[in-house]
């Protein structure tokens, strides 16, 4: 995620609603399994550049 640098004389409100536990727990697992998939990702990868 990138930095958002405020122009001069402007000024940035992020109203954003709390998630519900439902809502947390979802993005908590899919965040899980996204890092083990680049995990294997990454080992997939080099072992073909071993070769």
């Not at 709390?18 to 990868?45: C, G, N, V």
Request: no cysteine; aromatic share 6%.
């Amino acid at each position: 995620m990138g930095y958002i640098k405020e122009p001069e004389g402007v000024d940035f409100v992020i109203k954003g609603k709390a998630l519900s536990e439902k809502e947390k727990k979802e993005i908590s697992e899919f965040i899980k399994a996204d890092k083990q998939r680049l995990k294997r990702l990454k080992k997939t990868e080099k072992k073909k550049h071993e070769r």
